[in-house]
């Protein structure tokens, strides 16, 4: 296809030392590699990604499909964040036993929790598929007719790859729909919990420091990987042993300082950055202040419940950090977008596309866009709030009506097709078991006064919480038990399901249908635009938007200005942990041993040259939802922090990647292994690992012939 070989040009020009973009590690030989060098790196395109030879990417893996880990020892040890892991740490938790909030070591392998549907994914190889997903396409078919074949070639293509019997394939899109990629792909289902740092350090800081600098969280868990005794994927086996991966990050003890090549490795998880003005507008303006909203009301019933009571804080723990985390997201996008004028600016961008088109002669082409998307996003903008308050009620914030919307989806189910009866009756009381598991009824009535208003102000019946039975799990149970007939009868005869019905209806025959309907111009007009954009305006530098497939992207560890006057360094210290410390604040408050490690400044091989014990730094990689987990790696390929945040403002990076102040916020691993060595007093991890010297040794190696010895384990 023609659009094929101007994509193939663009993305293979030379470039200076840019930042920003997630870039797809099978390509980076050319302009990447330039750019990363001009940065300060010293890997070459092959060191990062290899098919034939061990790489980094050998030691990435996709954490549970949302988050990313990395391999940190020749025993498959797992380094991820302590959020990422914080739903497998809660299922373990109890009041006998508080792993969240004392935190649990592994001190032997024996004693390391399986985790059930806890799984990782390794990227194998990546392939260029584009021409044959393609084939047959012509520009006289309709979108819909497009999207069917793309779909039939993806899956007849897969069906031809070369692949062990244990790997998986997926072909995914890039660019809006204009290339695709095959990935090759290993799955290890037997995860097992290793270590956590209680959450007073895993979360130190919560809802008042997310998302902002400076930061003194260490975010971070450990897990290992388990194998069968051929190193092939197995189910949770007592026989089962550690994995023994092709490549394991060594982890740098020389630390970090402003300037340093900094290279996060991940699977961000989904970015639109290039979106028209149209879209940005709506977003911030229309689409997010209700979202915060709804959120922002259940979170004033759930924090307020999780501070009196230590049942309802283990509960909740996990689900109020997933609403919290988007709640103040949203904010600090808002508030990006408007700091660094993003709105007027994708229109000077736009203005200059258009007069692009015209010297082009590309007007008749492609000069009816801009005008369609204002068109589209104006007809699109009310159902695509509507659709979005009704998933914010009942599917984010209130349980009870979350499980009616899925008992409505199994009514459907099995009157269109009831030789699925089993099935999904076997699906919907799992669903409900994993909600009772976690849930008071008092509380989520209180959640579902105050979000429901916003969804349906004229319609607020809490008293179906007093009378349903799906608020009880025997109750619950018992509801769908019986055959579809009498199922289906006693459904609609419990009060909360009888007063959601009609709504969850109208979402699934009218909102949902329309938004689909509306929604999908717009899908087809975006990939035109990014067409268009390549054509128009061929120098300019392209990335492909993130899409939860493994990717790299590359900076500097730098400090920014938030506002006038106030100036952040690129580094936090432990000092300020003290400093913010709160005797029994559930956000700041500091554990006794860690106040007396500090007291002592018995910090081991873990401070800086100054002394101090660093806990977090900033960089200039551009990372988003999926890179949580993500290894931060230095110029030679050493682990030198961990990416778990990134800065308030700069979060508007989803739509507008600003260099001046978007920072990604990483863990010093150097904190993280202080926590596990000297706090947990877990040596048995230390020594498993790889600890090196970069710097010290290219200041060696200016004295003497070069060592090819770079890396050595970690002795008692």
């Known amino acids: 296809m023609r659009f ?52 980094l990417k050998d030691a990435i893996v996709h954490f549970n499909g949302g988050c990313t880990a990395e391999i940190i020892s020749d025993k498959g040890l797992l380094l991820t964040n302590h959020h990422c892991g914080y739903g497998e740490i809660q299922s373990h938790s109890s009041l006998e036993n508080d792993y969240l909030k004392d935190g649990f070591w592994a001190m032997s392998l024996d004693e390391e929790l399986p985790n059930e549907d806890l799984y990782v994914e390794f990227i194998v190889r990546i392939e260029d598929v584009t021409t044959k997903v393609f084939e047959g396409i012509s520009d006289s078919m309709t979108e819909e007719d497009k999207q069917s074949l793309i779909t039939k070639n993806s899956n007849a293509l897969q069906k031809t790859v070369t692949k062990e019997a244990w790997q998986d394939t997926k072909v995914k899109s890039f660019y809006n729909g204009n290339q695709f990629f095959l990935f090759v792909t290993e799955r290890y289902n037997d995860i097992r919990l290793v270590g956590a740092p209680p959450t007073s350090i895993g979360k130190f800081g919560s809802d008042t420091d997310n998302w902002v600098f400076p930061r003194h969280t260490g975010d971070f868990s450990m ?46 998880g989904r970015t639109d950055e290039y979106l028209p003005a149209a879209a940005i507008e709506h977003i911030t303006k229309e689409y997010n202040p209700t979202n915060i909203a709804i959120r922002e009301a259940a979170l004033k019933v759930i924090d307020a419940n999780m501070k009196s009571s230590d049942d309802v804080r283990i509960k909740y723990s996990s689900k109020q950090a997933r609403i919290a985390n988007a709640w103040k997201k949203w904010i600090g996008e808002n508030l990006g977008i408007q700091k660094s004028n993003a709105i007027a600016e994708r229109k000077a961008f736009e203005a200059k596309f258009t007069k692009a088109l015209k010297e082009k002669g590309l007007e008749e082409k492609y000069g009816a866009i801009l005008p369609e998307f ?44 009831p030789e699925t009866f089993d099935k999904a009756k076997a699906s919907l009381e799992n669903t409900l078991k994993n909600i009772h598991k976690n849930y008071n009824a008092a509380v989520d009535k209180g959640v ?13 019946d809490a008293t179906v919480y007093n009378t349903s039975a799906l608020t009880n799990l025997d109750s619950a149970l018992k509801l769908i038990n019986g055959s579809k007939e009498d199922i289906i009868e006693a459904l609609n005869n419990d009060t909360a399901y009888a007063y959601s019905k009609p709504m969850i ?8 249908a329309d938004y689909m309907a509306k929604n999908a111009p717009i899908t087809a007009l975006q990939k035109k635009y990014m067409t268009a954009l390549m054509e128009a305006l061929p120098n300019a530098r392209y990335f492909p938007d993130a899409n939860s497939t493994l990717r790299v992207t590359y900076g500097q560890v730098r400090g920014y200005s938030p506002r006038d006057a106030v100036y952040y360094e690129p580094v936090s210290y432990l000092d300020g942990v003290i400093e913010k410390y709160v005797p029994g604040d559930y956000e700041f408050d500091v554990p006794q041993k860690l106040r007396d490690l500090y007291d002592a400044k018995d910090y081991g091989d873990y401070a800086d040259k100054n002394g101090k014990v660093p806990v977090c730094f900033l960089g200039t990689n551009h990372t988003t939802g999926g890179n949580s987990g993500s290894p931060a790696i230095d110029a030679n390929g050493n682990l030198v922090g961990l990416n778990f945040d990134r800065v308030w403002e700069g979060t508007m990076s989803d739509m507008n990647y600003d260099p001046e102040i978007c920072r990604n916020i990483m863990v010093d691993v150097r904190y993280v292994l202080f926590i596990v060595d000297k706090y947990a007093g877990a040596t048995h991890l230390i020594d498993e690992m790889t600890l090196v010297h970069p710097k010290k040794e290219v200041k060696k190696d200016s004295q003497k012939p070069k060592s090819k010895k770079r890396t050595k384990k970690r002795r008692k």
């Not at 200076?16 to 300060?40: D, F, H, K, R, Y």
């Not at 903008?381 to 409505?408: C, D, H, S, W």
């Not at 209806?505 to 949902?512: H, L, M, R």
């Open 448 to 460: 579902f006064e105050n979000v429901m208003p916003f969804y349906q102000p004229k319609n607020v």
């Open 505 to 512: 209806a109208e979402f699934y025959n009218t909102i949902n």
């Open 223 to 268: 897990f290992r990987i388990y194998a069968d005794k051929n190193n092939r994927p197995a189910e949770y086996s007592k026989d089962n042993v550690p994995f023994i991966p092709k490549h394991h990050l060594p982890i740098s003890l020389d630390g970090i300082e402003e300037g340093d090549f900094t290279m996060v490795f991940g699977f961000p």
């Open 374 to 417: 204002d068109k589209l996003y104006k007809d699109f903008g009310p159902i695509n709030i509507k659709r979005r308050n009704f998933i914010e009620v009942f599917l984010v914030t209130n349980e009870l009506m979350q499980m009616t919307f899925r008992a409505y989806q199994f009514e459907q189910t099995i009157t269109a097709r």
């Open 4 to 55: 094929f070989k101007f994509l193939l040009l663009f993305i293979t020009i030379q470039a200076t030392a840019q930042q920003g973009g997630m870039w797809i590690p099978s390509l980076l030989e050319g302009m990447n590699e330039t750019e990363m060098t001009a940065l300060g790196s010293k890997m070459t395109a092959k060191d990062i990604y290899d098919v034939n030879n061990s790489s």
